[in-house]
Protein backbone atom coordinates (compact mmCIF):
# COMPACT_ATOMS: atom_id res chain seq x y z
CA UNK A 1 0.00 0.00 0.00
CA UNK A 2 1.46 3.51 -0.98
CA UNK A 3 1.93 5.81 2.35
CA UNK A 4 0.16 9.08 1.25
CA UNK A 5 1.84 12.37 2.54
CA UNK A 6 -0.42 15.18 3.55
CA UNK A 7 1.54 18.07 1.95
CA UNK A 8 0.97 19.80 5.70
CA UNK A 9 2.88 16.52 7.47
CA UNK A 10 6.00 16.99 4.88
CA UNK A 11 8.95 18.99 7.25
CA UNK A 12 9.66 22.12 5.74
CA UNK A 13 13.53 22.55 6.88
CA UNK A 14 16.42 25.40 7.06
CA UNK A 15 20.01 25.12 6.10
CA UNK A 16 20.50 24.83 9.67
CA UNK A 17 18.25 21.52 9.96
CA UNK A 18 15.47 23.31 11.87
CA UNK A 19 12.21 23.40 11.01
CA UNK A 20 10.87 26.56 9.52
CA UNK A 21 7.08 26.59 10.46
CA UNK A 22 5.78 27.17 13.57
CA UNK A 23 2.64 24.51 13.06
CA UNK A 24 5.09 21.78 12.46
CA UNK A 25 7.40 22.70 15.66
CA UNK A 26 6.36 21.01 19.24
CA UNK A 27 6.39 23.49 22.19
CA UNK A 28 10.02 22.41 22.84
CA UNK A 29 11.73 23.43 19.45
CA UNK A 30 9.62 26.59 19.54
CA UNK A 31 11.11 27.52 23.48
CA UNK A 32 14.61 26.43 21.19
CA UNK A 33 14.14 28.87 18.62
CA UNK A 34 13.11 31.54 20.86
CA UNK A 35 16.25 31.02 22.44
CA UNK A 36 18.26 31.86 18.88
CA UNK A 37 15.40 34.43 17.59
CA UNK A 38 11.67 35.56 18.48
CA UNK A 39 11.50 37.13 15.01
CA UNK A 40 8.22 35.47 12.71
CA UNK A 41 7.21 36.32 9.29
CA UNK A 42 3.52 35.76 8.84
CA UNK A 43 2.41 35.19 5.29
CA UNK A 44 -1.03 37.31 4.43
CA UNK A 45 -1.97 35.74 1.05
CA UNK A 46 -5.45 35.32 -0.49
CA UNK A 47 -7.89 33.23 -2.42
CA UNK A 48 -8.32 35.22 -5.37
CA UNK A 49 -9.09 34.78 -9.43
CA UNK A 50 -5.95 34.89 -11.14
CA UNK A 51 -6.79 34.46 -14.85
CA UNK A 52 -6.94 31.73 -17.14
CA UNK A 53 -3.21 30.28 -16.96
CA UNK A 54 -2.32 30.51 -12.66
CA UNK A 55 -4.31 29.11 -9.46
CA UNK A 56 -6.36 30.72 -7.20
CA UNK A 57 -3.88 30.90 -4.61
CA UNK A 58 -1.34 32.77 -5.74
CA UNK A 59 -0.99 35.37 -3.85
CA UNK A 60 -0.28 32.58 -0.76
CA UNK A 61 2.34 30.46 -2.55
CA UNK A 62 4.22 33.30 -3.69
CA UNK A 63 4.23 34.99 0.10
CA UNK A 64 5.20 31.99 1.54
CA UNK A 65 7.91 30.76 -0.95
CA UNK A 66 9.92 34.21 0.05
CA UNK A 67 9.23 33.95 3.44
CA UNK A 68 10.62 30.25 3.46
CA UNK A 69 14.07 31.27 1.06
CA UNK A 70 14.19 33.94 3.93
CA UNK A 71 14.01 32.00 6.75
CA UNK A 72 16.03 29.17 4.99
CA UNK A 73 18.89 31.17 4.92
CA UNK A 74 18.34 33.60 8.63
CA UNK A 75 16.84 30.29 10.86
CA UNK A 76 13.89 32.82 11.39
CA UNK A 77 10.39 30.97 12.30
CA UNK A 78 6.99 31.43 9.64
CA UNK A 79 3.75 30.93 10.61
CA UNK A 80 1.07 29.25 9.01
CA UNK A 81 0.13 31.38 6.29
CA UNK A 82 -3.18 33.50 6.44
CA UNK A 83 -4.89 31.91 3.23
CA UNK A 84 -8.01 33.79 2.96
CA UNK A 85 -7.62 37.86 2.35
CA UNK A 86 -9.39 41.20 2.42
CA UNK A 87 -10.73 42.56 -1.03
CA UNK A 88 -10.50 45.80 -2.18
CA UNK A 89 -14.31 46.62 -3.57
CA UNK A 90 -13.59 45.96 -7.38
CA UNK A 91 -12.34 42.31 -6.81
CA UNK A 92 -15.79 41.25 -5.49
CA UNK A 93 -18.07 38.68 -7.80
CA UNK A 94 -15.01 37.09 -9.48
CA UNK A 95 -15.52 33.81 -8.99
CA UNK A 96 -12.71 31.75 -7.22
CA UNK A 97 -12.15 35.15 -5.06
CA UNK A 98 -13.42 34.48 -1.71
CA UNK A 99 -12.87 37.92 0.02
CA UNK A 100 -13.23 38.47 4.12
CA UNK A 101 -15.11 40.71 5.57
CA UNK A 102 -12.51 43.72 6.43
CA UNK A 103 -13.47 44.04 10.26
CA UNK A 104 -13.53 39.75 10.75
CA UNK A 105 -10.32 39.58 8.74
CA UNK A 106 -8.60 42.61 10.90
CA UNK A 107 -9.50 40.34 14.16
CA UNK A 108 -8.27 37.70 13.12
CA UNK A 109 -4.96 38.80 12.28
CA UNK A 110 -4.78 40.94 15.64
CA UNK A 111 -5.41 37.41 17.66
CA UNK A 112 -2.86 35.87 15.45
CA UNK A 113 -0.53 38.60 16.33
CA UNK A 114 -1.53 38.55 20.12
CA UNK A 115 -0.67 35.18 20.60
CA UNK A 116 2.09 35.27 18.54
CA UNK A 117 3.20 37.87 21.45
CA UNK A 118 2.03 35.60 24.28
CA UNK A 119 3.97 32.42 23.07
CA UNK A 120 7.49 34.64 23.04
CA UNK A 121 7.66 36.04 19.36
CA UNK A 122 8.10 39.54 19.60
CA UNK A 123 9.04 40.75 15.98
CA UNK A 124 6.10 39.85 14.17
CA UNK A 125 6.25 40.45 10.22
CA UNK A 126 2.96 40.35 8.39
CA UNK A 127 4.47 39.84 5.22
CA UNK A 128 1.99 40.52 2.75
CA UNK A 129 1.53 39.54 -1.08
CA UNK A 130 -2.06 40.47 -2.14
CA UNK A 131 -4.18 43.76 -2.54
CA UNK A 132 -4.58 44.38 0.82
CA UNK A 133 -1.85 46.46 2.44
CA UNK A 134 -4.21 48.95 3.40
CA UNK A 135 -5.83 46.94 6.36
CA UNK A 136 -2.70 45.29 7.71
CA UNK A 137 -1.43 48.83 9.45
CA UNK A 138 -5.37 49.02 11.41
CA UNK A 139 -4.59 45.63 12.56
CA UNK A 140 -0.84 46.16 14.03
CA UNK A 141 -2.45 49.50 15.96
CA UNK A 142 -5.18 47.81 17.12
CA UNK A 143 -3.39 44.88 18.55
CA UNK A 144 -1.18 47.29 20.23
CA UNK A 145 -3.70 49.83 21.41
CA UNK A 146 -6.79 47.69 21.92
CA UNK A 147 -5.34 44.36 23.09
CA UNK A 148 -1.93 46.18 24.32
CA UNK A 149 0.53 43.57 22.60
CA UNK A 150 4.22 44.35 23.68
CA UNK A 151 6.00 43.41 20.86
CA UNK A 152 7.76 45.13 17.14
CA UNK A 153 4.61 44.38 14.68
CA UNK A 154 5.92 45.35 11.14
CA UNK A 155 3.83 45.03 7.92
CA UNK A 156 5.69 44.79 4.20
CA UNK A 157 4.69 43.59 0.89
CA UNK A 158 6.61 41.10 -1.19
CA UNK A 159 6.94 44.00 -4.30
CA UNK A 160 7.58 46.68 -1.66
CA UNK A 161 11.49 45.44 -1.43
CA UNK A 162 11.78 45.41 -5.69
CA UNK A 163 9.82 48.60 -6.23
CA UNK A 164 12.55 49.63 -8.65
CA UNK A 165 12.59 46.79 -10.71
CA UNK A 166 9.09 45.90 -11.28
CA UNK A 167 8.15 49.08 -13.48
CA UNK A 168 7.44 49.25 -16.68
CA UNK A 169 10.20 49.47 -19.20
CA UNK A 170 13.10 48.37 -16.19
CA UNK A 171 16.06 45.78 -17.77
CA UNK A 172 16.06 43.27 -15.46
CA UNK A 173 18.87 42.09 -17.23
CA UNK A 174 20.39 42.52 -21.00
CA UNK A 175 17.38 41.70 -23.49
CA UNK A 176 14.88 40.87 -20.36
CA UNK A 177 12.32 44.16 -19.91
CA UNK A 178 9.31 44.44 -18.06
CA UNK A 179 6.90 45.64 -20.60
CA UNK A 180 3.65 46.83 -18.73
CA UNK A 181 2.84 47.92 -15.48
CA UNK A 182 2.67 45.75 -12.43
CA UNK A 183 -1.15 45.48 -11.93
CA UNK A 184 -2.81 41.84 -10.78
CA UNK A 185 -2.54 38.67 -13.05
CA UNK A 186 -0.73 40.22 -15.76
CA UNK A 187 3.31 39.94 -16.75
CA UNK A 188 4.97 40.68 -13.32
CA UNK A 189 2.94 38.52 -10.90
CA UNK A 190 1.87 35.79 -13.60
CA UNK A 191 6.02 36.08 -14.47
CA UNK A 192 7.02 35.37 -10.10
CA UNK A 193 4.27 32.56 -9.60
CA UNK A 194 5.90 31.14 -12.95
CA UNK A 195 9.34 30.71 -11.29
CA UNK A 196 7.80 29.78 -7.27
CA UNK A 197 5.32 27.23 -8.59
CA UNK A 198 5.63 26.36 -12.17
CA UNK A 199 4.03 22.86 -11.66
CA UNK A 200 0.72 24.34 -11.05
CA UNK A 201 0.70 26.91 -13.88
CA UNK A 202 -0.98 26.12 -16.96
CA UNK A 203 0.91 27.49 -19.65
CA UNK A 204 -1.21 26.43 -22.57
CA UNK A 205 -3.21 29.27 -21.04
CA UNK A 206 -1.12 32.34 -21.38
CA UNK A 207 -2.09 34.03 -24.70
CA UNK A 208 -5.57 33.31 -23.68
CA UNK A 209 -5.75 34.83 -20.50
CA UNK A 210 -4.14 37.98 -21.95
CA UNK A 211 -7.09 40.96 -20.66
CA UNK A 212 -9.05 42.40 -23.70
CA UNK A 213 -8.21 45.63 -23.28
CA UNK A 214 -6.62 47.64 -20.20
CA UNK A 215 -9.70 50.46 -18.51
CA UNK A 216 -9.69 52.40 -15.84
CA UNK A 217 -11.70 55.09 -14.27
CA UNK A 218 -9.31 58.06 -13.84
CA UNK A 219 -5.96 58.14 -16.77
CA UNK A 220 -2.66 56.72 -15.48
CA UNK A 221 -1.68 59.89 -15.16
CA UNK A 222 -2.82 60.35 -11.37
CA UNK A 223 -3.84 56.90 -10.22
CA UNK A 224 -0.70 54.25 -9.36
CA UNK A 225 -1.09 50.58 -10.40
CA UNK A 226 -0.77 47.51 -7.24
CA UNK A 227 2.14 48.22 -5.75
CA UNK A 228 2.11 51.89 -5.99
CA UNK A 229 5.47 51.79 -7.26
CA UNK A 230 4.78 55.20 -9.88
CA UNK A 231 4.51 57.37 -6.89
CA UNK A 232 1.43 59.06 -8.54
CA UNK A 233 -1.38 61.47 -5.97
CA UNK A 234 -3.68 58.27 -6.00
CA UNK A 235 -2.57 55.07 -4.71
CA UNK A 236 -4.35 52.71 -6.26
CA UNK A 237 -6.49 51.58 -3.29
CA UNK A 238 -7.47 55.24 -3.08
CA UNK A 239 -9.89 55.40 -5.62
CA UNK A 240 -12.91 53.22 -6.63
CA UNK A 241 -12.00 50.83 -9.62
CA UNK A 242 -14.13 49.46 -12.45
CA UNK A 243 -15.35 45.80 -11.53
CA UNK A 244 -13.47 43.31 -12.74
CA UNK A 245 -16.27 41.09 -13.57
CA UNK A 246 -17.27 43.74 -15.94
CA UNK A 247 -14.19 44.56 -17.66
CA UNK A 248 -11.96 41.45 -16.70
CA UNK A 249 -14.31 38.53 -16.46
CA UNK A 250 -11.07 36.46 -17.15
CA UNK A 251 -9.64 37.46 -14.16
CA UNK A 252 -6.16 38.99 -15.70
CA UNK A 253 -5.70 42.82 -15.45
CA UNK A 254 -2.69 42.99 -18.06
CA UNK A 255 -1.03 40.34 -20.34
CA UNK A 256 0.26 37.25 -18.55
CA UNK A 257 1.25 36.39 -21.96
CA UNK A 258 4.59 39.13 -21.79
CA UNK A 259 5.57 36.46 -18.67
CA UNK A 260 8.72 34.39 -18.48
CA UNK A 261 10.27 32.65 -15.50
CA UNK A 262 13.40 34.19 -16.36
CA UNK A 263 11.47 37.45 -15.44
CA UNK A 264 10.33 35.95 -11.86
CA UNK A 265 13.42 34.33 -10.95
CA UNK A 266 15.39 37.81 -11.28
CA UNK A 267 12.14 39.78 -9.24
CA UNK A 268 11.94 36.84 -6.57
CA UNK A 269 15.74 36.49 -5.92
CA UNK A 270 16.00 40.50 -5.46
CA UNK A 271 13.56 40.31 -2.92
CA UNK A 272 14.70 37.60 -1.24
CA UNK A 273 18.42 39.17 -0.42
CA UNK A 274 17.19 42.39 0.24
CA UNK A 275 14.69 41.04 2.87
CA UNK A 276 17.42 38.72 4.39
CA UNK A 277 19.40 41.73 4.45
CA UNK A 278 16.86 43.73 6.67
CA UNK A 279 16.39 40.65 8.70
CA UNK A 280 19.82 40.29 9.67
CA UNK A 281 20.23 43.47 10.79
CA UNK A 282 16.83 43.15 12.64
CA UNK A 283 18.81 40.02 14.42
CA UNK A 284 21.41 42.43 15.16
CA UNK A 285 19.69 45.09 16.45
CA UNK A 286 17.19 43.41 19.31
CA UNK A 287 18.30 40.07 20.21
CA UNK A 288 15.99 37.40 21.49
CA UNK A 289 13.94 38.87 23.94
CA UNK A 290 14.33 42.53 22.85
CA UNK A 291 12.43 45.01 21.29
CA UNK A 292 12.25 48.52 21.26
CA UNK A 293 9.10 49.83 23.59
CA UNK A 294 6.54 51.21 20.68
CA UNK A 295 3.47 50.60 23.19
CA UNK A 296 2.13 53.39 25.51
CA UNK A 297 1.27 52.28 29.51
CA UNK A 298 -1.88 52.85 30.87
CA UNK A 299 -0.57 55.80 32.77
CA UNK A 300 0.35 57.74 29.76
CA UNK A 301 -3.16 58.57 28.87
CA UNK A 302 -4.87 61.61 31.22
CA UNK A 303 -8.66 61.67 29.80
Not at 42 to 70: F, K, M, Q, W
Not at 254 to 261: F, H, L, M, N, R
Request: overall charge negative; charged content about 25%; some cysteine.
Amino acid sequence: MTKYESRFAIPILNKFGEKIYLDQMTIFEIQERLKKTDIILVPCGSIENHGLAAPVGEDTLIGTYIAERVAYDTGVTVAPPIIYGSHPSHHYGMPGTIPIKKEAYIDYVVSVVKWLSNTGFKKIILFNSHGQEYVLPIAKDKAIIEERVRALIMVTSWWAWVRDIIQAGTELKPGLIIETPFIHADEVETSVTWYVAEKLMRLEKLKEADAEKLVGVIPDKWVDKAGNVYGRPFSWFDVSHYMEIHHYPKGSVGYPSKASKEKGEVIVEEAVKRIIEFIEWLKKEYPPGEAPKVWPEPGDFKY
